[in-house]
């Protein structure tokens, strides 16, 4: 049985191997052979490659980034305008597979453009990147020798100065190894290692010199370390902030004032109880922290940086006291007999401007330009600004006529898409869809429509 196991993993390693070394039309090839693939997706899959230009990813740089790769996977780039934060009117490039989120932070950003401080105010710490060695520690050993380390200031120099050594770029930028830390858990202990990487996320800086950091500890110990590795959780968040007048809530189709003021009042209630429900309600929280990340996770990704990095962070601060919480609050207060709806976001935002994927794709070149981020302070500060209008947009909608109105006209033209409408087909059949309930919109609905459509166009 042991010889069989060891003779099939040698196979599959094998296999592996030689399909790494394919060129992508074999790749996609051998898969069309094996049955994983038909002639179509092979067909869809080569046209792709075949329509490789460097405006996209180019095709030697997709082979390169990642193993096995087959194609390219495209998503709609848009740009979130209008959105003032700290006096400046910053274009957000927003990549989304959902309608409706670019249009509501659009909607957010006018909003808050009409705040009592005429834009978003935001600040962002001093961030570093942690790297973790951690130990196993039954008998508390561990931890106590680690805690002597970081009370030995020749020895915190030494493992600094190695951290460094392994790589130096980061210290000609201006950045580097800054400070240790020994931390006894239950059951494990660790030694952390906080890196100022500059601009950068830096998340392979720091592996590297946590790695290079845990042999030295490992020599000092006598213990083999369980693993070295970064935190993606951050000890410190960007915050941003806005003081909106009520009346600016109400719809700008009210045009008697009095009544814009009192339906902005009504909003301005419902939106702080909404959020007063997501701190009561776990539930109700991660929908919220959802809503917020759907802009940030987009700009994130559109600009090349790793989202799941960034959106774990942002959910390990939300459960940071024990309880998973939302990561903005909304508040209604009086100021000068005005109501006034008082918004604030608190968000770790893991991420750079340079580094990483960012300088092989163009995109992500192209949205930190247009972005105009003078550091990765100034792009943290747009991000957690774009979080808080993306938020306070869901909940105005979901607090007056809820979010499907606007949310079923984008969605329309994904049905006529999914139906294989095209070009000018797709504007007219979800115009055609919207004369439908909801329930009328099904799959058969949509392809009968579509069907009459190209059958009247040849009459
Ligand atoms: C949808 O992508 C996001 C919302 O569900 C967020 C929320 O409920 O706050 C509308």
Same mark, same amino acid.
């Not at 006894?184 to 952390?192: P, S, T, V, Y």
């Not at 939106?271 to 919220?288: E, W």
């Not at 499907?404 to 033209?413: D, E, F």
């Given at each position: 049985?042991?010889?069989?196991r060891e003779t099939?993993?040698?196979?599959?390693?094998f296999r592996?191997?030689?399909?790494?070394e394919l060129?992508v039309?074999?790749?996609i090839?051998?898969?069309?052979?094996e049955?994983?693939?038909?002639e179509?997706?092979?067909?869809f899959?080569?046209?792709?490659?075949?329509?490789?230009?460097?405006?996209?990813?180019?095709?030697?740089?997709a082979n390169?980034?990642?193993?096995?790769?087959?194609?390219?996977?495209t998503?709609?780039?848009g740009v979130?305008?209008?959105l003032?934060?700290?006096?400046?009117?910053?274009?957000?490039?927003?990549?989304?597979?959902?309608?409706?989120?670019?249009?509501?932070?659009?909607?957010g950003?006018?909003?808050?453009?009409?705040?009592?401080e005429?834009c978003i105010?935001?600040?962002?710490?001093?961030y570093?990147?942690t790297a973790?060695?951690?130990f196993?520690?039954?008998?508390?050993?561990?931890?106590?020798?680690?805690?002597?380390i970081?009370?030995?200031?020749?020895?915190?120099?030494?493992?600094?100065?190695?951290?460094?050594e392994?790589?130096p770029?980061?210290?000609?930028?201006?950045?580097?190894?800054?400070?240790?830390?020994?931390?006894?858990?239950?059951?494990f202990?660790?030694?952390?290692?906080?890196v100022d990487t500059?601009?950068?996320m830096?998340?392979?800086?720091?592996?590297?010199m946590?790695?290079?950091?845990?042999?030295?500890?490992?020599?000092?110990?006598?213990?083999? !370390?369980? =693993? %070295?590795?970064?935190?993606?959780?951050?000890?410190v &968040?960007t915050?941003?902030?806005? #003081?909106?007048? @009520? /009346?600016?809530?109400?719809?700008t189709?009210?045009?008697?004032?009095?009544?814009?003021?009192?339906?902005?009042?009504?909003l301005a209630?419902?939106?702080?109880?909404l959020?007063?429900?997501a701190?009561?309600d776990?539930?109700?929280a991660?929908?919220h922290?959802?809503?917020?990340?759907?802009?940030? !996770?987009? =700009? %994130?990704?559109?600009?090349?940086n790793d989202?799941? &990095?960034?959106?774990a962070?942002? #959910?390990?601060? @939300? /459960?940071?006291?024990?309880?998973?919480?939302?990561?903005?609050?909304?508040?209604?207060?009086?100021?000068?007999?005005?109501?006034?709806?008082?918004?604030r976001?608190e968000?770790?935002?893991?991420i750079?401007?340079?580094?990483g994927?960012?300088?092989?794709?163009?995109?992500?070149?192209?949205?930190?330009?247009?972005?105009?981020?003078?550091n990765?302070?100034?792009?943290?500060?747009?991000?957690?600004?774009?979080g808080l209008?993306?938020?306070?947009?869901?909940?105005r909608?979901?607090?007056?006529?809820?979010?499907?109105?606007?949310h079923?006209?984008?969605?329309a033209s994904?049905?006529?898409?999914?139906?294989?409408?095209?070009?000018?087909?797709?504007v007219?059949?979800?115009?055609?869809?919207?004369?439908?309930?909801?329930?009328?919109?099904?799959?058969?609905k949509?392809?009968q429509?579509?069907?009459?459509?190209r059958?009247s166009?040849?009459?």
């Amino acid at each position: 049985m042991t010889a069989f196991r060891e003779t099939a993993f040698r196979e599959t390693a094998f296999r592996e191997t030689a399909f790494r070394e394919l060129s992508v039309e074999k790749r996609i090839k051998t898969l069309q052979n094996e049955g994983a693939i038909d002639e179509s997706d092979a067909t869809f899959l080569l046209k792709q490659l075949a329509e490789s230009s460097d405006a996209t990813i180019p095709a030697d740089v997709a082979n390169c980034m990642i193993e096995h790769q087959i194609g390219k996977y495209t998503l709609p780039v848009g740009v979130v305008r209008g959105l003032i934060i700290n006096g400046e009117t910053r274009n957000v490039l927003v990549a989304t597979e959902e309608p409706s989120v670019i249009a509501a932070a659009c909607n957010g950003a006018r909003i808050a453009a009409m705040s009592i401080e005429g834009c978003i105010v935001a600040n962002s710490p001093q961030y570093v990147t942690t790297a973790q060695i951690a130990f196993e520690n039954t008998d508390g050993n561990v931890a106590a020798q680690l805690r002597e380390i970081v009370e030995d200031s020749g020895k915190v120099e030494e493992l600094l100065r190695i951290a460094n050594e392994s790589h130096p770029s980061m210290m000609k930028r201006g950045g580097g190894a800054r400070k240790c830390r020994a931390v006894a858990l239950n059951g494990f202990a660790k030694l952390e290692i906080d890196v100022d990487t500059c601009d950068a996320m830096g998340a392979n800086t720091v592996n590297t010199m946590g790695e290079a950091v845990k042999a030295q500890l490992e020599s000092w110990l006598g213990v083999e !370390a369980l =693993a %070295a590795i970064l935190t993606n959780t951050s000890r410190v &968040a960007t915050t941003a902030e806005v #003081h909106i007048p @009520a /009346a600016a809530l109400a719809s700008t189709r009210l045009e008697n004032l009095d009544e814009r003021e009192s339906e902005g009042k009504r909003l301005a209630r419902r939106i702080a109880a909404l959020s007063a429900l997501a701190a009561s309600d776990t539930a109700r929280a991660a929908t919220h922290n959802k809503g917020i990340l759907n802009g940030i !996770a987009g =700009a %994130a990704l559109a600009s090349g940086n790793d989202t799941r &990095a960034l959106e774990a962070a942002a #959910h390990a601060w @939300a /459960a940071r006291s024990g309880r998973y919480l939302p990561l903005s609050t909304w508040k209604t207060e009086v100021l000068n007999e005005q109501t006034i709806l008082h918004g604030r976001i608190e968000i770790p935002l893991q991420i750079g401007i340079v580094g990483g994927s960012i300088s092989s794709l163009p995109m992500a070149q192209l949205a930190i330009k247009i972005g105009k981020y003078k550091n990765t302070n100034d792009f943290r500060n747009t991000l957690a600004a774009l979080g808080l209008v993306q938020n306070l947009a869901a909940l105005r909608a979901l607090a007056s006529s809820g979010i499907q109105a606007g949310h079923m006209k984008l969605h329309a033209s994904n049905l006529a898409i999914a139906a294989g409408a095209k070009g000018d087909e797709i504007v007219k059949i979800a115009h055609n869809l919207l004369q439908l309930t909801t329930a009328e919109r099904t799959t058969e609905k949509v392809a009968q429509l579509l069907k009459q459509l190209r059958e009247s166009d040849k009459n």
